[in-house]
């Protein structure tokens, strides 16, 4: 049945019984507390009743017995000017010696004497006596002390409230509790109305409003949560339903985030691909031109023609292999199907290596390569042929675009913890239209679309490669030519 109820609904039932709860406790507290309060008083102000009964009446004879017979029409006359009392004479011990109760009234022949010694020094009231026409309740009463020749004989024990009192104050009792019960429902029905209608203004209000723009997702998803995105957060929520309303526009936020982040990166894929499918296309559409020429004009052709012919297909074929070697080694770095195998070792040495590789392009362009490697640098815990694929890319690249006699700088420094290393030309240096896209895919659909232009995938690589190290790369501003820049962090 609750899983029927609404929010509202739910929250005022709840209060309506806590309510309902809290007045039910109340009242019996309450009852409870009079009926303490109006037992106390009456004990007190009859406190003295036995007393004054035993000192103005003789209830024991001569011989300190008691007469049943004698003691009956006083205690009738008694009875008769107070209704409300009931007289017992009973022995030291608690047995009963004389009553007018009606035959058939009496239902225990002996009482607690222990109540009637409290009583009798003045413990706190109200103290609650056994009584003899009841076999389980209690009644506050009076009680006094019957001596003959100094010797106790017995007491005089007064049951304050009767049975007839009891049957009046039971109806009255009735009476008051019905009439307190229909007032307390009708303020509980004021109350809950007036809860509900709370309850709703500040709590389901707000619930339902935030419930609306949620369930717009199913109906629009991305749209919706663009549009719950852009509403603005409370920056001091009051309550939490505002928390949980920041908290769905905080969520819907980094989804939007997250999803233009996620059509971006499809983008780029596409094109990507576009610009791969372009650069493929070249060479082997020239490849496959060549070879047709050698294929239909094959009897034709001269050796040295034939010769020319087969050379450029082999170089555009080595062109589509090292395409896609590269695109091969760019989707394992992306991928993570690359780890860096770390060892300690030391990049200056790394380094003179890689140059003795170049000696023989260096010495056939005239290029002049000045290094500056200072001693004692600290060693790195890297991948040695990563780093290895780094420089060489680098120089590689350096002295493709170093025109003959020209000078490439090539400079290693330690700067806080990590090495830094510096590849700079004095060629051409690199179009301020591609500089922002250096280190990014390349696009077939910019405005840089020509590999000429783009410098290709070895940087992309470079950049994948010493970011899985933790370091980078960057383009120094340079006055002339190009100077790239990048870092690794010292071995520890």
């Not at 809950?192 to 389901?204: E, M, N, Q």
């Not at 260096?362 to 001693?375: A, D, R």
């Amino acid at each position: 049945m609750s899983a029927r109820l609404s929010l509202s609904q739910r929250l005022t039932l709840l209060f309506i019984l806590l309510l309902v709860l809290c007045a039910a406790i109340a009242g019996a507290v309450q009852l409870y507390s009079s009926k303490q309060y109006g037992n106390a008083m009456v004990q007190q102000l009859s406190a003295d009743l036995a007393q004054q009964i035993v000192l103005s009446e003789p209830l024991v004879d001569g011989q300190g017995s008691v007469d049943r017979r004698m003691l009956k029409p006083l205690f009738d006359r008694l009875m008769t000017f107070n209704p409300s009392v009931e007289l017992y004479v009973i022995s030291p011990e608690g047995e009963l010696l004389a009553d007018a109760a009606p035959p058939g009234h009496i239902k225990r022949q002996r009482v607690d004497i222990t109540p009637i010694e409290r009583f009798l020094n003045h413990s706190t009231m109200p103290v609650y006596g056994d009584d003899p026409r009841s076999l389980d309740n209690q009644k506050v009463f009076s009680a006094a002390p019957l001596r003959s020749d100094g010797v106790l004989r017995g007491y005089l024990y007064i049951i304050l409230q009767g049975e007839a009192l009891n049957a009046l104050a039971e109806n009255a009792g009735y009476k008051t509790l019905w009439s307190t019960l229909l007032w307390a429902l009708l303020l509980v029905a004021v109350v809950g109305t007036v809860v509900a209608v709370l309850v709703r203004h500040w709590v389901t209000r707000p619930v339902n409003a935030l419930t609306s723009e949620a369930s717009r997702i199913d109906r629009d998803s991305i749209s919706a949560i663009k549009h719950l995105a852009a509403q603005p957060t409370l920056e001091r929520p009051g309550d939490e339903v505002a928390l949980l309303r920041n908290t769905f526009i905080e969520l819907a936020r980094k989804i939007a985030s997250q999803w233009d982040a996620l059509a971006d990166s499809d983008r780029q894929r596409r094109e990507f691909i576009a610009n791969i499918s372009h650069d493929l296309r070249t060479p082997l559409t020239s490849l496959l031109g060549y070879l047709e020429t050698l294929s239909m004009k094959s009897a034709t052709l001269t050796p040295e023609a034939s010769r020319h012919y087969l050379e450029i297909a082999l170089r555009q074929g080595h062109k589509v292999r090292h395409l896609s070697q590269q695109l091969f080694e760019l989707a394992r770095l992306e991928h993570g199907a690359i780890k860096p195998q770390r060892e300690r070792f030391a990049l200056s040495e790394l380094v003179s290596d890689v140059v003795q590789k170049f000696d023989l392009p260096l010495e056939t362009q005239k290029i002049t390569l000045q290094t500056e490697i200072p001693s004692h640098l600290p060693l790195i815990n890297a991948d040695l042929s990563m780093v290895e694929r780094v420089v060489t890319n680098l120089l590689d690249n350096a002295i493709r675009h170093t025109p003959p006699e020209g000078t490439i700088r090539l400079r290693i420094w330690q700067q806080d913890e990590q090495l830094q290393m510096e590849v700079a030309d004095s060629g051409p240096g690199v179009d301020e239209a591609v500089r922002e896209q250096l280190f990014l895919r390349p696009s077939a659909l910019s405005q840089q679309a020509t590999r000429e232009k783009r410098g290709g995938l070895g940087l992309l690589i470079v950049k994948r490669m010493l970011e899985l190290h933790g370091g980078g790369i960057e383009l120094v501003e340079s006055t002339s030519g190009a100077c790239f820049r990048f870092w690794l962090p010292c071995g520890r």
